[in-house]
Nanobody
């Protein structure tokens, strides 16, 4: 059974940093495109960052230059380093694993809360 388990969320002051981790129990993890999404109260879920099997990354404009996504295929883990955090970054952050072939599945973690407040 596929599981994505996020960790690393918490409360941080504006300007601070957090690193989120997502450990995936997925066969052939390295071929998946991994992504981070977030959902703030009363808002729709939005994409934050992606990293594909080749290591190419993409970011939403709102986090570009502040967040960095990376992956360690030896540990089946994807990370999101978040720097210069702002109150508007407050949300539940979700990890996503998308297979290159649709029939292989699209999986979500349970989410981890990030709160940026003084």
């Amino acid at each position: 059974q596929v599981q994505l388990v996020e960790s690393g969320g918490g409360l941080v002051q504006p300007g601070g940093s957090l690193r989120l981790s997502c450990a995936a129990s997925i066969s052939m993890f390295s071929i998946y495109t991994m992504g981070w999404y977030r959902q703030a109260p009363g808002k729709q879920r939005e994409s934050v960052a992606f990293i594909n099997s080749g290591g190419t990354t993409d970011y939403s404009d709102s986090v570009k230059g502040r967040f960095t996504i990376s992956r360690d295929n030896t540990k089946n883990t994807v990370y999101l380093q978040m720097n210069s955090l702002k109150p508007e970054d407050t949300a539940v952050y979700y990890c996503n694993a998308m297979a290159p072939i649709a029939t292989m599945g699209n999986y979500w973690g349970q989410g981890t809360q990030v709160t940026v407040s003084s």
